[in-house]
């Protein structure tokens, strides 16, 4: 696939990654597991320490907890859901580029030179990236070795905790419908797979514009033997 087909099949993914879509939740969990650093015991033992609970770590946590293991988990950084306005869709670059001692995000040099953001708050990168969700391309879980079936099953796993289809407004539509009259073909329509094309993808933005984190993957855990800390 030639360069520029390849630039068109990212604008067309990433355009519509970012319409309302339908919700699964609308209002913030409350993780009665999660505690300040200074509430700690002086202490305790855990089977499984994870350092970070961005989109790697809560799920692991979460599932770790379910299988008989004690978990505690560590982050650095703070809650979305102390001021869930900060990562509604229409702040996602105010917070992106917030520099304040508190921001969420955090700017970052790479030892290339190129500059970033990374994540300081639960929920990781999810807490503050563009939102747009696809599954892995099957050549890739040959590679890594992964079971079709299993990756499925955790692909629905996550998608029924933060993934909307996206609801397309006008202009959006016109972009679409640019991009096929372009030949971007063929037209998948709404689909998850990670294909060639033009297609609507999914988003960890609901219709009302409020974001979901892989935080809310920690719905899943075992509130028993999972700890979660803010340091
Ligand atoms: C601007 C931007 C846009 C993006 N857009 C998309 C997108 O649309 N779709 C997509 O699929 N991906 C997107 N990504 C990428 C995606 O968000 C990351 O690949 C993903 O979040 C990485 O997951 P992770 O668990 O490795 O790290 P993260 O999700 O970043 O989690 C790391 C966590 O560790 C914590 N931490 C770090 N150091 C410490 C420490 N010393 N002690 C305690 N805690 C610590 C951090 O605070 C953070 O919560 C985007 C990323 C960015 C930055």
């Not at 630039?7 to 990654?17: E, G, K, P």
């Not at 770590?57 to 650095?76: F, Q, W």
């Not at 708050?121 to 599954?135: E, K």
């Amino acid at each position: 696939m030639g360069l520029k087909w390849r630039f068109l099949t990212l604008v067309s993914v990433v355009v519509f990654a970012n319409f309302h879509g339908h919700n699964h939740a609308d209002e913030a969990p409350n993780y009665s597991f999660i505690q300040e650093a200074t509430s700690d015991p002086q202490v305790s033992f855990y089977d499984y320490i994870i350092i970070g609970r961005g989109a790697a770590g809560c799920p692991l946590a979460a599932t770790l907890s379910t299988r008989d293991a004690k978990v505690l988990v560590l982050e650095r950084g703070g809650s979305p859901y102390s001021n869930t306005t900060k990562i509604r869709m229409e702040n996602f670059i105010t917070t992106l580029i917030d520099r304040s001692p508190d921001s969420f995000s955090q700017a970052l040099v790479s030892e290339d030179g190129v500059p970033g953001k990374r994540a300081r708050l639960l929920g990781g990168g999810t807490a503050i990236n563009v939102g747009f969700y696809l599954r892995g391309e099957t050549s890739f879980l040959e590679l890594i070795g992964l079971d079709e079936a299993f990756a499925r099953e955790s692909y629905e796993w996550v998608e029924k905790k933060l993934v909307n289809k996206p609801v397309s407004l006008e202009w959006q539509s016109a972009v679409r419908n640019g991009l096929l009259e372009a030949g971007v073909l063929p037209d998948n329509g709404f689909t998850y797979a990670h294909i060639n094309g033009t297609k609507t993808s999914g988003t960890v933005f609901d219709r009302k514009g409020n974001r979901h984190t892989a935080a809310d993957l920690l719905g899943y855990a075992d509130p028993r033997r999972i700890r979660m800390e803010i340091l």
